[in-house]
């Protein structure tokens, strides 16, 4: 391996710390602590885990957890009524529906029925619209995280090439935007696109968003690019049972080429969570009024 590694769990760490302090002063200054709800449907343990550990550093954060539980089988209204008390509650600064849902939901229903102005993943209409004409919103947790780590890791982006696999409304779409709005020239790729390693070749930048196993190879990596991997999937791993976390990457091939890598696990994933936590305490200062200084985050 010839290419740095990206330490997102070590930056999510830090970016963590810097959002604690920011939180305790909050609670001083707004007489409360700021509050993130999450509401999981269903028992998928996957899931389970996930909100579990939301709920964790949201309290090590110096905020306040809010955790809601519908069965399966409960009615889209009910998580709506839910969603909409949510909405009203002083108290709840961020709210975070963990998808999917279950297939009887509509999620870009419930999505659209969360308040933009608590929307900390920016799943809602409203917040991808302020991001694609570039007002002040919530942006989705991990491009946002994608885009800490590369601007730490290169500073100014403007003029490179970068080539975003994947194009889904969570993270390709609004990872490009990103891209757009710091002046690189940006590329979206996807499963149809003709002669895909000839593409990503091109890039300085690469991000790897198709949920697709290890398919990005070694061969298709400019030499010296940095490589973002924001592929999580389980996989089958030798010994009876066992299983493994790839990204969308041939880590141990592309690591040869690239002149920067970020690991699965330990690379993006972590940024997501600390990525929420730092919408949520920028929410919670909108929400009471108070500035925030610049550059705290
Ligand atoms: N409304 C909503 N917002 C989300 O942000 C959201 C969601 N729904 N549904 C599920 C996905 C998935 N997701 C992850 C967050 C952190 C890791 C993470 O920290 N991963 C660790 C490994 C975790 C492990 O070992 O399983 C890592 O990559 O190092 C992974 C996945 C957020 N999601």
Redesign the pocket.
Known sequence: MSADLIDG?AFAAGLRERVGEVAAAFAKAAGRKAGLAVVLVGEDPA?Q??VR?KGRQTIACNMESFEYRLPAGAQEAELLELVERLNRDPAVDGI????PLPHHMDELKVIAAIDPDKDV?G?NVVNAGRLAVGQPGFVP??PLGCMMLLKDRLGDLSGLDAVVVGRSNIVGKPMAQLLTAASCTVTVAHSRTRDLPEVVRRADIVVAAVGRPQMVKGDWIKPGATVIDVG?NRVPAAGEGKTR?VGDVDFDEAAKVAGAITP???????M??AV?LRNTIVAAHRNEKIALEEGSL
């Open positions: 769990k899931s885990v996930y550990n975070l529906v963990q998808l993943d799943f947790c991990t999580i976390l699965v696990p330990g690379g993006v994933g972590p997501t969570i929420l």
